[in-house]
């Protein structure tokens, strides 16, 4: 004799429900943003809660003041206090007047530059002089370090005007090129490492330039990137392009 079955004998469990969240859900909502896609923000005096590594961007590769120009960006877009010190950046006949860059820090509540560079570039023959290179980077240097006293004095732990003189603290400080600089003999390797030790604890320091590794900051930097060129629009002949390089 056959059994006949019923649905309630049996579980179809394709149909089951239940309000158990997925594996991706558990992880989506484990993450910093819970989950939700982004979404812009007014940007309001901050502080950061982790701040306070030394990084250096070194490397025959294009992009290195990029990257930092893009922390520094990221970095005031959450209402920190950010402050770019250019060495070795004081025009050429390939680069005009005006650069981008310059423009977009002036507009961004927050970020603050002063460039400290000579005309040209040192050691080429391009009409400027190597002994001016010398003392503008000297004096840049000089600028460096009283950037990092101000920020010794200040309690980065704070939010700090977002339009406040960088000579009383910032929390994000890059100088750029300062490695190329010491690469050069311009500014002593030494006093760099002097600089990036004598920093406030909470003080994120970036450092960026040279083709040559920067060996001295072994032990010293937190981040060492080595930004390596593969192939480079330069070397086939392209000069400096609005809007890339300036």
């Known amino acids: 004799m056959t059994h006949d079955t019923t649905d309630s004998d049996e ?36 502080a950061p809660e982790e701040f306070g590594l030394v990084q250096a961007w070194w490397g025959d590769g294009k992009g290195k003041t990029t990257a930092a120009m893009g922390m520094g960006f990221r970095a005031a877009g959450h209402g920190y206090r950010v402050h770019m010190l250019q060495f070795m950046k004081g025009g050429a006949d390939s680069v005009e007047g005006v650069r981008g860059e310059y423009n ?23 009409g400027s002089a190597d002994d001016e290179h010398e003392a503008k980077a ?18 980065l732990r704070e939010p700090l005007p977002l339009d406040g003189d960088p000579d009383d603290g910032v929390h994000l400080l890059v100088l750029d090129e300062v490695l190329y600089a010491a690469d050069r003999g311009l500014v002593d390797p030494d006093d760099v490492v002097e600089l990036a030790e004598s920093k406030p604890d909470d003080l994120e320091l970036v450092l960026t330039g040279s083709h040559a590794e920067p060996e001295y900051l072994e032990g010293v930097a937190d981040l060492i990137t080595n930004v390596r060129k593969v192939a480079h629009p330069f070397d086939a002949g392209h000069r400096a392009r609005r809007g890339t390089e300036y």
Do not use: C, K
């Open 138 to 155: 000297g004096a840049a240097f000089e600028r460096a370090e009283a950037l990092v006293a101000g920020a010794v004095e200040a309690d």
């Open 104 to 126: 977009a820090i002036a507009a961004m509540p927050g970020f603050s530059y002063e460039n400290a560079g000579h005309y040209g570039w040192h050691g080429l023959l391009d």
């Open 11 to 46: 579980t179809d469990a394709s149909t089951t429900e239940t309000d158990e969240p997925t594996d991706d859900q558990t992880s989506a909502a484990r993450t910093p943003g819970g989950g939700a896609a982004p979404e812009p923000a007014p940007i309001e005096p901050a």
